[in-house]
């Protein structure tokens, strides 16, 4: 079955940075593009950036672009999101989460499995 | 960017009755919309993609109609289980945008 299993987030000081990874297993990471997704307690969903099943196209939230990185490493079915210059608004429950389409040109459809999340703080 | 309106932000339903929850687009998305279902403390789960089409294992209780910018969500009869937050969600462009939730509570 499918399982996404995130890690690296914990308490970082406004201005800092944190990578966050998310491990995938159950099916052909190569074969979709993948996104994390932020949930602020208390609050909605944010779309944070998705990456395409070949690394080669990344796409942002205005939030956050030029601050994040999103990755991957297909050898290690595995997802990143580098993050730097963290702000108290980056306080949120990051989840990766698999496109829900296989080997299509555009990376960006509905989300059909998410991981459990995992906490950043960005606190002093 | 396309913003997603849901409505309304609660809604206070009894076991067994039909719950019918709306998603409003700032501009048509032709049928580029799913719902998500949310638990508290759970990840989200995909119930409806395409507009219209079920997702693997969602039972046929829930019904997605709609196209361009009006969109609903249907739960024909609710189960104790269905009480939940409900989000929908545009892809028919960049950035990808998410309705502010609608709560489903027992009435």
């Known amino acids: 079955q499918v399982q996404l299993v995130e890690s690296g987030g914990g308490v970082v000081q406004p201005g800092g940075s944190l990578r966050l990874s998310c491990a995938a297993s159950g099916f052909t990471f190569s074969n979709y593009a993948m996104h994390w997704v932020r949930q602020s307690p208390g609050k909605g969903l944010e779309w944070v950036a998705t990456v395409s099943d070949d690394g080669s196209s990344e796409y942002y939230a205005d939030s956050v672009k030029g601050r994040f990185t999103i990755s991957r490493d297909n050898s290690k079915n595995t997802l990143y999101l580098q993050m730097s210059s963290l702000r108290a608004e980056d306080t949120a429950g990051y989840s990766c989460?698999?496109?829900?389409?296989?080997?299509?040109?555009?990376?960006?459809?509905?989300?059909?499995?998410w991981g459990q999340g995992t906490l950043v703080t960005v606190s002093s | 960017e396309i913003v997603m309106t849901q409505s309304p932000a609660t809604l206070s339903v009894s076991p067994g009755e039909r719950a019918t929850l709306s998603c409003r687009a700032s501009q048509s998305v032709t049928s580029n919309l799913a719902w998500y279902q949310q638990k508290p403390g759970q990840a989200p789960r995909l119930l409806i993609y395409?507009?219209?089409t079920r997702a693997t294992g969602i039972p046929a209780r829930f019904g997605g109609i709609g196209s361009g910018a009006e969109f609903t969500l249907t739960i024909s009869s609710l189960q104790s289980e269905d009480f939940a937050v409900y989000y929908c969600?545009?892809?028919?462009?960049?950035?990808?945008?998410f309705g502010g939730g609608t709560k489903v509570e027992i009435k």
């Open positions: 969600q545009q892809y028919s462009d960049w950035p990808l945008t």
């Open positions: 989460a698999r496109d829900g389409r296989a080997r299509t040109a555009y990376s960006g459809h509905e989300f059909d499995h």
């Open positions: 395409g507009a219209s």
